[in-house]
C-alpha cells in the first residue's frame, strides 16, 4: 500500500466524522419560524367566522405576527450572509 495513503485512511479512521457546524443565528430562525406560526393560526382561527371582530383579530393580532416573523427571517439571513453560515 502506498505510504502517503495509508496515512490518509489511518487518519480518516482514527479521527472520525468531523462535527456539525453550529449556527450561532439558529435561536434567531426558532423565533422567526414561531411568530410565523402563531401568525398563521390566528388568521387561520381569525377566518372561521367572518365577522368585524375577527377582522380586527385578523387585522391586529395575525398580520403583525407574521410580519414581526418576516423581519427576522431577514435579519437572520443577512446575518448568516456577512459569515458565511446559511444553511
Do not use: I, Q
Request: charged share 10%; no cysteine; hydrophobic share 55%.
Amino acid at each position: 500500500m502506498n505510504p502517503t495513503l495509508e496515512t490518509a485512511v489511518h487518519a480518516a479512521v482514527t479521527t472520525g466524522p468531523a462535527a456539525p457546524a453550529v449556527n450561532p443565528h439558529a435561536g434567531l430562525l426558532r423565533w422567526a419560524a414561531g411568530l410565523e406560526l402563531a401568525g398563521l393560526a390566528l388568521e387561520a382561527l381569525a377566518l372561521l367566522r367572518l365577522t368585524p371582530d375577527t377582522f380586527v383579530l385578523f387585522a391586529l393580532g395575525g398580520a403583525p405576527l407574521l410580519a414581526a416573523g418576516m423581519g427576522l427571517f431577514f435579519l437572520y439571513r443577512l446575518r448568516t450572509a456577512k459569515t458565511g453560515s446559511a444553511a
